[in-house]
Nanobody, 122 residues
Framework: QVQLVESGGGLVQAGGSLRLSCAAS????????MGWFRQASGKDREFVTA????????DSAHAVKGRFTISRDSAKNTVYLQMNSLKPEDTAVYYC???????????????WGQGTQVTVSS
C-alpha cells in the first residue's frame, strides 16, 4: 500500500515556474514507477510525465516536453515535478501516481494522491 500527498501548487503568472512535490509513504515506494497527471476543469485526466524506479524519465506528454522535469529522491520518498515556462493551458489539478503501467490507452497509475491545484494567469 502506498499513500501519496502532493504539495506545491498555487497561482503563478504565465512564464513563471512552480515545483510540485509528492511525498510517498510505504516500504515499497522504491519499487514503483511514478508519474504526474493533470485534470483541467471539464476535461479528462491526462498523463503528464513518468519516472522509473531507478530515476530515469520514462515518458512525457508532448505538451510539456522541454518545460517540465520529473525527478525522484528515494531517500526522501519524494517525487518532484519542476514546471517552467508555464502557460495558462497548464492550469489544472495535478495528481501524483504510483505503480504506473502503460496500457493501450496510455499511462495509468495504481495509487493516487488527492491532487494539488495549479493556476496559471495570463
Amino acid at each position: 500500500q502506498v499513500q501519496l500527498v502532493e504539495s506545491g501548487g498555487g497561482l503563478v503568472q504565465a512564464g513563471g515556474s512552480l515545483r510540485l512535490s509528492c511525498a510517498a509513504s510505504g516500504r515499497t515506494f522504491r519499487r514503483y514507477a511514478m508519474g504526474w497527471f493533470r485534470q483541467a476543469s471539464g476535461k479528462d485526466r491526462e498523463f503528464v510525465t513518468a519516472i522509473s524506479w531507478s530515476g530515469g524519465t520514462l515518458d512525457s506528454a508532448h505538451a510539456v516536453k522541454g518545460r517540465f522535469t520529473i525527478s525522484r529522491d528515494s531517500a526522501k520518498n519524494t517525487v518532484y515535478l519542476q514546471m517552467n515556462s508555464l502557460k495558462p493551458e497548464d492550469t489544472a489539478v495535478y495528481y501524483c501516481a504510483a505503480g504506473l503501467d502503460k496500457y493501450d490507452s496510455g499511462w495509468w497509475g495504481h495509487y493516487w494522491g488527492q491532487g494539488t491545484q495549479v493556476t496559471v494567469s495570463s
